[in-house]
């Protein structure tokens, strides 16, 4: 079994900075594109910024040049680094890979459980 753990949320003010990492876990095989959503309450999930396997990233507009992802191939992990945060940034942030499982076939899309990001100003 494949399981994504997201950590690093909280509160924070407006200006600062947080961290978020998600780790994945179970029979891997490889990971292809990790990626960070967001959910804030009564908006549809969009996607906020990803990274390929060879570590080439996109960004949504909001967030280009406040947000860096990276990875962790050994450790299967991606870190969204959060700075100069705003109130419109206040969220759910979900972590999602493709994960290719021992034995498996195919890359299958996983998601973490969802951390809380609170921007107040």
């Known amino acids: 079994q494949v399981q994504l753990v997201e950590s690093g949320g909280g509160l924070v003010q407006a200006g600062g900075s947080l961290r978020l990492s998600c780790a994945a876990s179970g029979r891997i095989f490889s990971i292809n594109a990790m990626a960070w959503y967001r959910q804030a309450p009564g908006k549809q999930r969009e996607l906020v910024a990803a990274i390929t396997s060879g570590s080439s990233t996109n960004y949504a507009e909001s967030v280009k040049g406040r947000f860096t992802i990276s990875r962790d191939n050994a450790k299967n992990t991606v870190f969204l680094q959060m700075n100069s945060l705003k109130p419109e940034d206040t969220a759910v942030y979900y972590c999602?890979?493709?994960?290719?499982?021992?034995?498996?076939?195919?890359?299958?899309?996983?998601w973490g459980q969802g951390t809380q990001v609170t921007v107040v100003s």
């Open positions: 999602n890979a493709q994960i290719r499982s021992v034995g498996g076939a195919a890359y299958n899309n996983y």
